[in-house]
């Protein structure tokens, strides 16, 4: 093989700047084939971005033969469902973050990934892209010392109140959406696994739902973190990250887009630097890598076990908000919202599986 031809789930807002976009500037990536919530959504999502096949429904993707991928956009509560059902029909899978409702769903869909050999990676994009690398090595060089806290946000204003990503039952949630990024920024810049000290959470329209979460962390390493993330934020977009050493920091500015501005600010007692690097999109590196490993057997940056830490986390800091942990649609129900903040706790499991075919196109704000 080649060259990777994908099947994509959906003709969600995110697939031509995540998958469509970027293939046409990856020599080894090529999408082949698209189904949606009716065929002449598909249709008309296939004739703007000429993708030649149009099929039914999401089954048929799975069965076509001249599909090698697939890319899973869905919304949250249908990640899990759909992701399994592609690797049990032989189909890799790129999947949108976040990878799951939660990390019991997480431990099930890696288990699947585990028997089919096939390679399924988690859409960080961001970390694929040239700026994260680069803030690492100076975090690893020892050049700000050794770590004592990091930190991430991830703000902005979601006005638009059908949107999916206000939705119990698809697993919704500023914690989901955009804070999953916060998660792995500190995970990644870290090094570490974080046990969650305190969790605050501000609800919207149900009571399960977060609009804002903040958390403090705390590292093996005696390291402290923060992340603060909201879907109804008074600025226009709040995109931040923050790592602290015993002699110096490093200041980000856009870690989770890049491609549209960005900024490394470096700072230690011998002076201060700006760094810049490339500004290729992220989804570019982020198909590269999925294809190299498909191709060539190359590792990923995000592969199941790294979903499964992420989602333990995003769970943790819900049960530390007094929030329940995300469920899927068919088993979730929704109880006094109980807020709160919580002590120091490993993350907690929570068991869901999701059967229901929600044709709903998602999408999310940084993308």
């Excluded at 031509?16 to 082949?32: G, I, K």
């Excluded at 994260?132 to 806290?149: F, Q, T």
């Excluded at 830490?309 to 007094?322: K, L, P």
Aim: proline content about 6%; overall charge neutral; hydrophobic content about 40%.
């Amino acid at each position: 093989m080649d060259r990777v031809r994908f099947g994509t789930l959906g003709a969600a807002r995110i697939t031509p700047m995540a998958l469509v976009r970027p293939a046409r500037a990856v020599d080894e990536a090529e999408v082949v084939a698209v189904a949606a919530r009716s065929r002449g959504r598909a249709e008309k999502f296939a004739a703007k971005h000429r993708i030649p096949q149009v099929h039914d429904g999401y089954a048929e993707i799975l069965a076509d033969p001249d599909v090698d991928a697939v890319y899973n956009p869905l919304p949250n509560s249908l990640h899990a469902e759909w992701t399994m059902k592609a690797l049990e029909a032989g189909k890799h899978v790129l999947c949108e973050k976040p990878f799951t409702s939660n990390a019991a769903e997480a431990r099930e869909v890696a288990a699947v990934a585990e028997r089919s050999g096939k390679v399924l990676m988690e859409a960080f994009h961001w970390r694929y892209h040239p700026l994260a690398a680069r803030v690492r090595e100076i975090v690893e060089s020892g050049e700000i010392g050794a770590l004592r806290h990091v930190e991430a946000a991830l703000c902005f204003p979601l006005v638009m109140l059908g949107d999916i990503r206000w939705k119990w039952d698809l697993a919704g949630g500023a914690l989901m959406d955009a804070g999953c990024y916060t998660v792995s920024f500190l995970r990644h810049m870290s090094g570490e696994e974080p046990a969650v000290v305190a969790a605050r959470a501000r609800t919207f329209r149900h009571p399960q739902i977060d609009r804002r979460m903040e958390a403090d962390f705390e590292f093996p390493s005696g390291a402290t973190g923060r992340l603060t993330t909201s879907l109804l934020s008074r600025t226009l977009i709040r995109s931040t990250g923050r790592v602290v050493g015993d002699s110096g920091e490093v200041r980000i500015f856009n870690p989770f887009g890049p491609q549209y501005r960005h900024r490394i600010k470096v700072r230690t007692e011998a002076g201060s630097r700006v760094e810049h690097v490339t500004r290729e999109p992220t989804y570019n590196f982020q198909l590269r890598a999925f294809c190299a490993a498909v191709i060539e057997g190359e590792p990923t940056l995000t592969p199941p076990d790294d979903a499964i830490a992420n989602m333990s986390v995003i769970d943790a800091v819900y049960e530390a908000a007094g929030l329940q942990v995300r469920a899927c649609a068919d088993r979730q129900h929704a109880p006094g919202n109980r807020r709160g903040s919580g002590q120091a706790k490993p993350a907690q499991e929570a068991v869901s599986h999701d059967q229901r075919d929600l044709s709903v196109e998602p999408r999310r704000g940084t993308e």
